[in-house]
């Protein structure tokens, strides 16, 4: 998921001591960032992410990769669906804009680079219709005999 060297942020003058943070809070912050951008419908998961999910247990950091370029700026690759019917190019856009002002808000650090794969689309979900009343009319379901008299069925 990232690598496992802790990041210390840059500390004030007159403070005394260091700030580290590892890079696996630093996914679960971008997670957490990405999911509550519009037009995305869940996080790429391992298998072991999705198991956990399924005891009840949330992994947020999933579907982040972080990686430290050579000259020691941070890279963050995002794997994403999205939900169909959205417009790609704005919602990577928007995940990448998202990413940058979350992380820079929280931990003062910067992104050199944030790369956004869709790894696929997903539909909405309809209700399945029963199969029996595809051809069935309306006003001939009423069970009601004062709406079906209103609408001119007649029951025995």
């Known amino acids: 998921m990232a690598e496992d060297k802790r990041i210390v942020l840059a500390a004030e003058p007159d403070h005394s001591g260091d700030i580290e943070i590892t890079p696996e809070v630093l996914a679960v912050v971008l997670g957490i960032a990405a999911q509550q951008v519009d037009g995305v419908y869940a996080m790429r998961g391992s298998l072991a992410n999705n198991i956990s999910s399924l005891l009840g247990k949330d992994s947020h950091g999933q579907g982040v990769k972080l990686t430290t370029?050579?000259?020691?700026?941070?890279?963050?690759?995002?794997?994403?669906?999205?939900?169909?019917?959205?417009?790609?190019?704005?919602?990577?856009?928007?995940?990448?804009?998202?990413?940058?002002?979350?992380?820079l808000f929280m931990t003062d650090l910067q992104l050199a680079e944030v790369n956004v794969h869709v790894d696929g689309l997903v539909p909405e979900k309809q209700a399945k219709q029963d199969p029996a009343d595809l051809f069935s009319d309306d006003n001939e379901d009423s069970a009601d005999p004062a709406t079906a008299k209103e609408a001119g069925v007649k029951h025995d």
Not at 73 to 102: C, F, M, N, T
């Open 69 to 103: 370029l050579d000259d020691g700026r941070l890279s963050a690759d995002i794997y994403v669906y999205l939900r169909y019917g959205v417009s790609v190019p704005k919602v990577a856009l928007a995940l990448q804009k998202s990413l940058r002002e979350q992380l």
